[in-house]
């Protein structure tokens, strides 16, 4: 059973920081393309970044770029996101996900605001 769990949300103020992770277990997390997408308010999921098994990124949203990054550890299975310069429109619902499947963790909430 593929099983994604994210963790890291939080409400923090604007120009904060924050890491999201994603647990990863049920399939062959070093060989499979990762990503972060997310879903604000009264929007549909959109891709913020995408990691392939090799390291190389694709940019999804541009207003990520130079602030988010996103990484991996293949040995413990878990993807990252660092998050800085956090702006109110990141406000979210961020999940983990494979690109081109349907498996998607639950979600953890980013909120900023001040």
């Known amino acids: 059973e593929v099983r994604l769990v994210e963790s890291g949300g939080d409400s923090v103020q604007p120009g904060g920081s924050l890491r999201l992770s994603c647990v990863a277990s049920?399939?062959?997390?070093?060989?499979?393309?990762m990503g972060w997408a997310r879903q604000a308010p009264g929007k549909g999921v959109e891709w913020i970044l995408i990691?392939?098994?090799?390291?190389?990124?694709?940019v999804n949203d541009e207003s990520a770029r130079g602030r988010f990054t996103i990484s991996r550890d293949n040995t413990k299975k878990i993807l990252y996101l660092q998050m800085t310069s956090l702006r109110t429109e990141d406000t979210g619902m961020y999940y983990c996900a494979v690109p081109e499947t349907n498996y998607r963790g639950q979600g953890t909430q980013v909120t900023v605001s001040s």
């Open positions: 990691i392939n098994p090799d390291g190389v990124i694709t």
């Open positions: 049920g399939f062959t997390f070093s060989t499979a393309r």
